[in-house]
């Protein structure tokens, strides 16, 4: 069962850099999300999506753009990295608009410098 | 802006001790979840509370919803290391998820 894969788990980027982070599931799920997890800071979440061809704002969506072409892939990209972005990034799904469980992919731990 | 708070923030203990964590807020929620997420992982779900006064257990974890759907609490008996991991409140408010920032627990054996 490979439920949400992540990629990359770790990276590492340069001040103005771009990069993209991939989530897949393959639970048939129509909702996504992309938060990130700081020390103390909990899970925010960033951007999140109702549907294949949807994205939405969170509660911290600057500098971070999202894309959902297909109804299992959610990819989360970064424009101009930037040092306040370091962060572990978590992607997950769920079968229901935020009452239902989410389902976490293992993070991807990016570093910004 | 909805104030969530967890604590206490840290605790550590020896396994066999008992304890209770706790998840407060100003507003009253529809539904709350609790995840934990152990180190190089994501959260998994452990519960979902929807009734205020509700008292859920899964095995020698009893969780606790209060009566004006306000706070909720999480009571762990005769822990164990393998309990060892953030503990993460989730609330719903009006369809909306908030995570609180997590009471990281640490049980030696």
């Known amino acids: 069962n490979a439920g949400v894969t992540q990629t990359p788990k770790f990276r590492v980027l340069k001040t103005g850099q771009s990069m993209t982070l991939l989530c897949a599931q393959d639970m048939n799920h129509e909702y996504m999300y992309w938060y990130r997890q700081d020390p103390g800071m909990g899970l925010r979440l960033i951007h999140y999506s109702v549907g294949e061809g949807t994205t939405a704002k969170g509660e911290v969506p600057d500098g971070y753009n999202v894309s959902r072409l297909k109804k299992q892939n959610f990819l989360l990209g970064l424009e101009s990295a930037a040092p306040s972005q370091t962060s572990v990034y978590f992607c997950?799904?769920?079968?229901?608009?935020?009452?239902?469980?989410?389902?976490f992919g293992e993070g991807s731990r990016l570093t910004v410098l | 802006t909805q104030l969530l708070e967890q604590s206490p923030q840290f605790l550590s203990i020896q396994e066999g001790e008992n304890l209770t964590v706790y998840c407060n807020s100003s507003?009253?929620?529809?539904?709350l979840q609790w995840y934990r997420q152990e180190p190089g992982e994501g959260p998994v779900l452990l519960v979902t509370v929807v009734t205020g006064g509700e008292v859920k257990k899964l095995k020698r974890l009893t969780f606790q919803f209060g009566d004006a759907r306000k706070d909720s609490s999480l009571h762990i008996t005769a822990a164990q290391p393998g309990d060892t991991g953030l503990y993460l409140c989730?609330?719903?408010?009006?369809?909306?998820?908030?995570f609180g920032q997590g009471t990281e627990l640490s049980v030696k054996p």
């Open positions: 997950a799904s769920s079968s229901s608009l935020y009452t239902g469980e989410l389902f």
């Open positions: 989730a609330p719903d408010q009006g369809g909306k998820l908030i």
């Open positions: 507003s009253v929620f529809s539904s």
